[in-house]
C-alpha cells in the first residue's frame, strides 16, 4: 500500500491549488480516504475525507466552501481542491488511508500574503 500527494507548491493569498494522492496496492473507491495538514509544532488537523461511495466531506471551519475532495476511479487517485487560500493555510498536506493505517508523505503548500 503505498500513497503519493503532489501538487503543492508557493502560491498567493487567494489562490488556488489541487493537490493529487496517488494511491497503489489498493483500490480508493472501495475505502475511505482522508486529507490531513500539518504545521510544526501542531497535531494533524483532518481536513476532508472521501467516501468509499465517493462523497466529499469538509472538516475545518473556515475551510467549508474553500476545499473540497474528490476522486477518479481510473486513475485510482484522489484529489483535494483548494479555493481562496490564505496564509493560514500554509502546511504540509497529507493523504491517509484509515483502513490500512497508511499515510503518505505530505506535500508541502505555503501561501504568500
Known amino acids: 500500500v503505498r500513497l503519493v500527494e503532489s501538487g503543492g507548491g508557493l502560491v498567493q493569498s487567494g489562490g488556488s491549488l489541487r493537490l493529487s494522492c496517488a494511491a497503489s496496492g489498493f483500490t480508493v473507491s472501495f475505502f475511505e480516504l482522508r486529507w490531513y495538514r500539518q504545521t510544526p509544532g501542531k497535531e494533524r488537523d483532518l481536513v476532508a475525507s472521501?467516501?468509499?461511495?465517493?462523497?466529499?466531506?469538509t472538516y475545518l471551519g473556515d475551510g467549508r466552501g474553500r476545499f473540497t475532495g474528490s476522486r477518479d476511479d481510473a486513475k485510482n487517485t484522489i484529489y483535494l481542491q483548494m479555493y481562496n487560500l490564505k496564509p493560514d493555510d500554509t502546511a504540509v498536506y497529507l493523504c491517509n488511508s484509515p483502513a490500512h493505517g497508511a499515510w503518505g508523505r505530505g506535500t508541502q503548500v505555503t501561501v504568500s500574503s
Open positions: 472521501i467516501s468509499a461511495g465517493g462523497a466529499s466531506l
